[in-house]
């Protein structure tokens, strides 16, 4: 699969409101509030080592 979000870490989200990964997880609701509250419970080693996976895709 190709996200190819690793072209545009900076300006994310369809209104380019998040600038970084963190902040587009955060940003999520909806459907995808659940996916953002176990981000945010995950310790921070483990939140690194998701960031870090986005930006290979
Ligand atoms: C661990 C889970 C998830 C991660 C890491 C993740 C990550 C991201 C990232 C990085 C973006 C920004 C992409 C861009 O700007 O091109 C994004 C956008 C989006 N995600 Fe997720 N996501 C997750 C789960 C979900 C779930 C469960 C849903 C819905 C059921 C969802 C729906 C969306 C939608 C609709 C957008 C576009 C929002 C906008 O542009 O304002 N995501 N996601």
New binding site residues.
């Given amino acids: 699969m190709e996200?190819?979000?690793r072209f545009?870490q900076h300006?994310?989200?369809?209104?380019?409101?998040?600038h970084n990964?963190e902040q587009?997880?955060v940003?999520?609701g909806?459907?995808?509030a659940?996916?953002?509250n176990?981000?945010l419970s995950l310790p921070a080693d483990d939140r690194q080592a998701?960031i870090e996976?986005?930006r290979t895709l």
Avoid: P, T
């Avoid at 300006?11 to 409101?17: I, K, N």
């Fill in positions: 996200w190819g979000v545009h300006l994310l989200m369809h209104d380019g409101r998040a990964f587009a997880i940003y999520h909806g459907e995808a659940r996916s953002r176990k981000f998701l996976f986005l």
